[in-house]
């Protein structure tokens, strides 16, 4: 899949748990993630994510380094 | 004392056939049930009756079995008590009393019948028929007229009054497109009239003059179809005569049989009876044993079900290579062969997720799951969704997040024990209007009324109806919207502590608490971006959380949005502060659009989640599902239907099976679908018509209208209802047992006789469900899950004692703005919403007469916007947004504030779909219908096209 369109999504899915903690907020996107998003789309966005990094907002940086 | 005659001493009286008084068996009680309590003990024609307190003596006497004559009297409606068919005596009163308007009481003694009754009751009727058309041989309500029956009843014989001035000469009125108005045959009894008034709320008829100048006539003079008349039938329904009588009625005459089945069109989920003489459907009437509608319907279930014998209905199986070729008919057997020798291909090639299933909310609960389970278990991935993911899948992810459970929490009834309610993002007097309808009459009774919309909906002020707070919010701010309700309600100290202590988890409450009250979340700050007077918010909130039993509805104005998930865990939010969770008249209900979303959900067609909500990575589920469906299954969730069409441009997806769903006039970004759907080397379109998807697709399976299978829906309120095989399928072949050839095609077996065998297998597996049968349904018409040991009847309220997670679950619900802003190339925000005698793209009511009110969508702009653009009423218009341009005619009205426009999306002329955005819900990935950045323009050229 397109890589904006999964940074696009995972950005939104961090934003809108960015009322929790840090750690409670990585740790509820993550989850997000995994339940509803396909192997194949994870790693299309870590590996968009190994050469792209610098398009990540810190906190789904955190995120994508433990998915 | 009082002179009463007995009934036994006297053997003249003309005794009441009761047969006469049930066409096709329904029963008629006289007056409403009354809702008291308390029982009352009477004596009827000697015999002992025990009824209702409040109940009259007519409700009373055909409980009883003895039947009375009446004219002016049903049970739909409240005791009038013209026509004085129904006299009795009693010893309380010393003249005969009409027993529809006289109550019961304890101790009361009734005679039904005299030598006096039967005079009285036979010069009635004589003075009736005197004025009355004496055509009963050709009439069309011959066999099915209460007035032909009660002359019989009383034993009319004659007609002593001669030939004077009477009413036989009134002009007909055939305006309306499924009925018409006979005045001659009028017998002015009000029937009509109050059921407009009492039932559906519009006020459209009335009497008008008086004495022998007295007719019924719809709003100000006008025939039905100019009049204020919404055609939802009550009217007809409630005509004892032939005097408001079904055009298709007056066409093929009376049905022979009759079904009880559930209407396909929104989620109120309707119960009607199908007339029906053979093959031929008569009429439509809805059953007063239908929970959720108890007697009412509307325009769309009522009267727009032709377009299942529309002529374009395709009824032969289609194959063809290659999109641009011409379609070849071929039998079922070459086309099952055809599709599943391409899907095995493909899968061979690009392996086994390069393929998927799409379902619809307007599939039976038994061939979604069929679907599902053909995607699993036969093309061995996840890839499966539906149509809800495109309206209330942030719906079943706010409530399970937050309740535990992703459905509403309350029956349509409850609202009746409502003292507030409040709607959000709903229109319900146009996309639920038996909901709606049943509402108007709880607020006529006096409940208050909040409504969150952009636009004035008809419920901000109609007959009788006025809010008592409007939050014309800008689109795209409900988050905000709620949150400061919710921050009103802390800082007031309004919230139910005892509720909060027993219900909620104490620490993620703590949490909320700290995070509501912050002042980002305050009215006054709020007001700033929503657009709206923040005293509004405040009185809003105060209201809602101090008003008594407070309700929330909520529709796709909450769901279909960036943030439609947030949303609903807002109202979530609100609804446990306040402890409106739990019993009558509270909750949290979405109005779900179609009529089974509720139930292509339940039946597992999200990608991550198996029938009953359970995530596919649940192991002990995976294996249990694995073992009877003898199928490997995957642990991980497949591609959403958004996520297909992005894989299928990428090159990683390559055929779809798409059953009742159109995505390429239906999906937002139609263009980005298209291309989708062109990248595909296989797509399967299973539908009733070569819809705008079949454009794109290979093959082409005809399916079944709702007339032609059996199965279930399962409505807003979580209930479960039959639908019932009226005719025959037109292809041959019901779409359950079409979908279950295909899976054999595929080489995974499937060997249903009967739907009943596939909700027995899912009441096997769904621990939700496992009570339900279709035994059960037909016992008792209609159940609502959880209908388990539990709950062996059902549950009509969710979350009483406990909630199905435990303890409420309390979110942060931060406002996060939509990234689709207006701006100063796209200055307006256009939102979307249905009509009322249109529904959705307009597949079906497009090709019924319903078009007649609407043919095409119009724009509704503001006064203010339009007159800055030289844009009168009538204009045509383009609509341009970010991603595409459309055009459309305009009209200005302040029913919508300015720097926002609206439309309805049921014409595909209108190519409303075409401009709006992919932006999606960020847990969901529903689009976000309802807010698009656009410019409006007058065209100087006129265009019809």
Redesign the interface.
Known sequence: MEANKLLLMAENICANFSAYPEEQRTQQTITHIEQFWTPAMRKDLKSDFSTNEQAYSPALKLVVKKI | MLNIERGENNNQFVELNTESVSYLGNMDYGTPESTSDEIVSLVIDNKTVRTKAGNSILRACIEAGIHLPKLCATDSVNAFGSCRLCIVTTNMHRKPVASCHTLVAEGMEVVTQSNKLAKLRKGIMELYISDHPLDCLTCPANGDCELEDMAGVVGLREVRYGEGENHLKLKKDTSNPYFTYDASKCILCSRCVRACDEVQGTFALTIEKRGFDSKVSPSDHQSFIDSECVSCGACVQACPTASLMEKSVIEFGVAEDKKMTTCAYCGVGCSFWAEHKGEQVIRMTPAKQGKANEGHSCVKGRFAWTYATSEDRITTPLIRDNINDEWKPVSWDEAFTFAANKFKELQKKHGI?CIGSITSSRCTNEETYLIQKLTRAAMGNNNVDTCARVCHSPTGYGLKKTFGTSAGTQNFKSVGESDVVMFIGANPTDAHPVFGSRVKQRLRQGAKLIVVDPRKIDLVQSAHIKADHHIPLKPGTNVAILNAMAHVIVKNNLQDQNFLEERCDSQLYQNWLE?IKQSKNSPEAVAQYAQVDPQVIYDAAVLYATGGKAAIYYGLGVTEH??G??TVMAIANLAMLTGNIGKEGVGVNPLRGQNNVQGACDMGSF??EFPGYR?V?DDKTRTQLAKEWQADLRS?????LP?MF??A??G?FKGMYIHGEDPAQSDPNTLHVAEALSAMECVIVQDLFLNETAKYAHVFFPGSSFLEKDGTFTNAERRISRVRKITNPLAGMADWEVTQAFSNALGYPMNYSHPSEIMDEVARLTPTFSNVSYQLLDEKTSVQWPCNDENPDGTPLMHMDKFVIGKGQFM???Y?PTLEKSGAKFPLLLTTGRILSQYNVGTQTRRTENSQWHNEDILEINPTDAESRGISDGDWISLDSRVAKTKLRAIATDRIPPGVVYTTFHHPDSGVNVITTELSD????CPEYKVTAVQVNKLYESSTT
């Not at chain 2, 991980?636 to 959403?640: A, Q, S, T, V």
């Open positions: 997720d995070f960036s943030q998930s947030s990608p991550h995530h990575s991980e969730p497949g591609l959403r996520n992005d894989a441009i990428a990683d942060l619900t931060e996060v960020w847990a969901t990935n």
